[in-house]
């Protein structure tokens, strides 16, 4: 294998920071030697502090009603084939019920930006499952709002907030989304949530139209600025209904190398190993753990409304019971010998 491939990842781990060269360098790499040997060392430093356990955290797709209009997503706003949905309250205590009893203690509600879904009813269902379920951690992503509405949901008992800032580059974030929407604002709302408290979680697609080497570079450099406490990234997949629906989706390849090198800059981060990456490969999500990914989240939402939580086509588990996700989950992270942890699984400092 290249000496130079070795230098530049010693180098990397070291200063926990990579230049715009080095990255061009390490996403060129194709020999199987030298890719390894990247995923290799990045499982090295996950495994320093978090050891071989996978976290998982169940999710709760809750609504796919959404007011924006991103170019790549499939629950935005002028979709009129989406099939739209929304649990209730009561759908939801349900689906926390079960994932309780399988052995979840995060439990993740994600969905559109849904004005049905007031500060008021978020805080009271919040509230409702902190009050039930005091040893768990409750993870929101329904997307931006004012600073003062992100104060009410912690003060209501949330502890984390996921926000894929999607990319840190604004020209390329353009390309990406409406006019009405800023990547200043986006930006900001993350400052925002680390300010009051939550750990927060960023990230990016991988291969995402008009992604550059440089515009990854950014996002690198982002995450090293805001550190955060989890970033998400997955593989850019294209849906039919979507501007994007003739877009080549991204690699699998260069999505572990990613992995890998946000693992490298950012040590303790939680990491997903996404539902994308096992939508485009059937072992991506093994893959993505031995690339230095350490959590997954299987779906507890109902098997009747999972299909309609289309992002992006051919998404993966959308006829499987919480139960079947949550023990297909754990003998896949058996076969490539980490174990699922029941725990909160917090981000370790």
């Known amino acids: ?31 199987d030697e030298g890719v390894h040997f990247i995923r290799e ?25 959404c007011k924006n209009d991103c170019y790549y997503c499939g629950i935005r706003r002028s979709n009129s084939q989406a099939d739209r949905y929304r649990l209730t309250k009561e759908q939801m205590l349900d689906c926390c019920a079960n994932g ?17 879904f007031t500060d008021d009813k ?29 104060k009410r949901y912690f003060d209501a008992g949330a502890d984390r907030y996921l926000l894929r800032h999607e990319t840190a580059d604004e020209a390329h974030y353009k390309k990406l989304h409406p006019e009405e929407m800023s990547l200043a604002h986006r930006k900001q709302c993350l400052w925002d949530l680390k300010e009051i408290g939550y750990q927060v979680g960023c990230g990016f697609m991988v291969g995402s139209p008009g992604q550059t080497v440089e515009t990854l570079y950014e996002d690198l450099q982002f995450i090293r600025e805001l550190q955060p406490h989890m970033v998400g990234i997955g593989p850019f997949i294209s ?8 877009k080549a989706s991204g690699t699998m390849e260069q999505t572990l190398k990613l ?4 693992r490298l800059i950012h040590p303790h981060v939680l ?20 690339s230095g990914a350490n ?19 051919n998404k993966i588990c959308t006829g499987n019971e919480a139960a079947e996700c949550r023990y297909c989950m754990e003998n896949r992270m058996k076969s490539i010998g980490y174990e699922v942890a029941v725990s909160r699984g917090d981000y370790i400092e």
């Open 122 to 150: 978020i805080c009271d269902l919040v509230s409702a499952i902190k009050e039930k379920y005091s040893d768990c951690a409750v993870t929101l992503s329904i997307g931006e709002k004012s600073k003062e509405s992100y």
């Open 295 to 313: 959590v997954v989240m299987p779906n507890l939402s109902p098997v009747n409304v999972r299909e309609k939580y289309k992002l992006y086509d």
């Open 1 to 31: 294998m290249n000496e130079e491939i070795k230098s530049i990842i010693n180098k990397v781990k070291q200063s926990r920071n990579i230049s715009l060269e080095q990255l061009k360098l390490l996403l060129e790499i194709n020999d």
């Open 271 to 290: 990491l997903p190993a996404t539902t994308a990456l096992g939508t485009i490969h059937p072992k991506g999500r093994e893959l993505g753990i031995l």
């Open 239 to 246: 849906q039919k209904d979507t501007p994007f629906a003739d």
């Open 259 to 262: 992995l890998a090198i946000i």
């Open 41 to 65: 060392e990045a499982v090295k430093v996950c495994q320093k502090t978090y050891g071989n356990q996978v976290l998982i955290r169940g999710l709760i797709e809750f609504t796919n009603f």
């Open 100 to 116: 309780y009893e399988l052995g979840f203690r995060t439990f993740v509600l994600q969905g559109g930006e849904d004005g049905y």
